[in-house]
């Protein structure tokens, strides 16, 4: 990678368990990505406000609430009116199988579930944004 990818790993919600995102932060850290951690329960305004300050590249919704599609909703929502749309939406935690191709037709980029690889999470990202 020639230009050091920035990436902002949220946790939406009142969801407080932020193993796994700290796990994701570390590892993508690891691979030589620029890491932005919020830490649990922020709002969707939080996130994009955070995004815009940070002038990240990616960004990361971790969410093991159930509450996916409406935070992964007002975040996109809140990206379009700031104009930043074009900046890719990555979700992992627990999520249905079932809610994958409605958060895709949203704009989501992907979703990592658990025992998704390291590898295959950067490798993505690091095409995604080649």
Do not use: C, W
């Amino acid at each position: 990678m020639n230009k050091k990818v920035r990436i902002l790993i949220a946790k939406p919600g009142l969801d407080g368990h932020e193993t796994g995102a700290k796990l994701i932060a570390r590892a993508l850290r690891d691979a030589g990505m620029e890491v932005i951690y919020t830490g649990p329960r922020q709002t969707p305004e939080m996130i994009v406000g955070s995004a815009l300050q940070e002038d990240v590249n990616i960004i990361g919704l971790s969410i093991l609430s159930g509450a996916h599609m409406e935070l992964a909703s007002r975040v996109i929502e809140l990206m379009r009116e700031k104009n930043m749309g074009d900046i890719p939406i990555v979700m992992g935690g627990i999520i249905p199988k079932e809610d994958i191709p409605n958060l895709q037709s949203m704009g989501v980029k992907a979703v990592f579930g658990p025992g998704s690889s390291i590898r295959a999470i950067t490798e993505f990202l690091q095409k995604e944004l080649a």
